[in-house]
């Protein structure tokens, strides 16, 4: 299937001339992780998983037996375990260099928490593997979770100390 570099869209203004648009089309297809980030398109890097998606329409809708589709579609979520992994480590990656926020980082792990959810529904669950994507998100996820929430006690504790020396100081 072509998909054109640009679309065009024409807007007919009352009493005047049309005007044209051009827009460039993404072809996420063609981003890979480092590509995303070297382009600051960190918000994009969940949908990784959508490059396997086919494959897996492939098998499900084929016409195997249903232990040749399970073999095969096994063999595509460990594929998938790996390109999650990857993009949790660049999400990670990303956190780090406070490139996205916490929330962000929340966002977007959920966002893989519920593509992937939706292609087990869509194109069969063979294995308990939304529960071990679920495992691993909580392995990246939780220690930043952790970490912010010390941060925002030690300031807390900052904040009071303050105002206590300011009070002990009026007495």
Do not use: H, W
Not at 93 to 100: A, E, P, W
Not at 107 to 136: P, Q, R, W
């Amino acid at each position: 299937m072509y998909i054109p570099d640009n679309i065009y869209l024409e807007i007919g203004i009352p009493k005047q001339n049309t005007v044209t648009y051009t827009c460039k089309v993404l072809k996420y297809y063609t981003y890979n992780i480092d590509t995303l980030q070297k382009e600051n398109m960190y918000l994009l890097l969940p949908l990784q998983i959508f490059k396997l998606r086919k494959k897996m329409y492939q098998i499900s809708s084929s016409s195997l037996p249903i232990e040749k589709k399970k073999s095969k579609m096994i063999a595509v979520y460990n594929q998938l375990k790996i390109i999650i992994e990857d993009t949790l480590k660049a999400i990670d990656l990303s956190y780090n260099d406070n490139k996205i926020t916490l929330e962000d980082y929340d966002e977007m792990t959920s966002a893989i928490e519920n593509i992937n959810s939706y292609f087990l529904g869509m194109y069969g669950k063979y294995t308990d593997f939304d529960e071990e994507v679920k495992e691993t998100v909580k392995s990246f996820y939780d220690p930043k979770v952790e970490e912010r929430g010390i941060q925002k006690g030690i300031q807390k504790g900052k904040m009071e100390g303050k105002i206590e020396g300011k009070i002990e100081i009026a007495n």
